[in-house]
């Protein structure tokens, strides 16, 4: 029986608009076994499904998510500063994200400034989860790193000169080169959520 962290509002989309499973599959390029068994609850979604669901439906991928208890507040527990560092978040300065709870454990960081406008802007908040987690291929992804001297960045993967090695570049600022690193010291990033600026009364 599915939980309510994996129910969602796959089937009451595409049933409102009276799409087969066949015809969301061809829309999204997912199977429609697998579509089944998200709308089942039986797969957790993950951020490009829901992305590609969201689109072929039209939708925001909030839209996506079922309600109830399918949200969880992350505060934030870290600052990205201007040099792509990543510094303790203060007490005071803590953003909550609300996110999708299937996404599991995650942890979410804040933007401080406007440093890297136009790819980030001042109290965005950028998603990731434990290093070491991720399966797949992390080259050429945006990912919170832990350098050898402790230090936490927030850098894109790029292949070093041999084996282990890694580019690690950013948005406006110097790439590093051939930094060693273990899997377990990098943590991919796979959401962000866009600061929205309150809106002035008229």
Sequence with gaps: ???DQNLNRIR???TARGMTLKQ??????LSDGYLSRLEAGGRNLNMPAIEKIAQAFNVSPQDVIGDGNAWQGVLTSGVVSANQEILPESEERRLTANVP????????L?????????????NDIILYKLAGVFSGNVMGMECVVRLGDGKYVLKFLLPGSRSGLYHLTSFNAPALIDIPLEREAIAPVFWVLRHQPPIPPN
Excluded: I
């Design 1 to 3: 029986m599915p939980t």
């Design 12 to 14: 009451a989309l595409r």
């Design 101 to 108: 709870s299937a996404f599991g454990q995650v942890f979410a």
């Design 110 to 122: 804040r933007v401080q400034g406007n440093f890297m406008f136009p790819r980030y802007s001042d």
């Design 24 to 29: 969301l599959a061809a829309a999204t390029g």
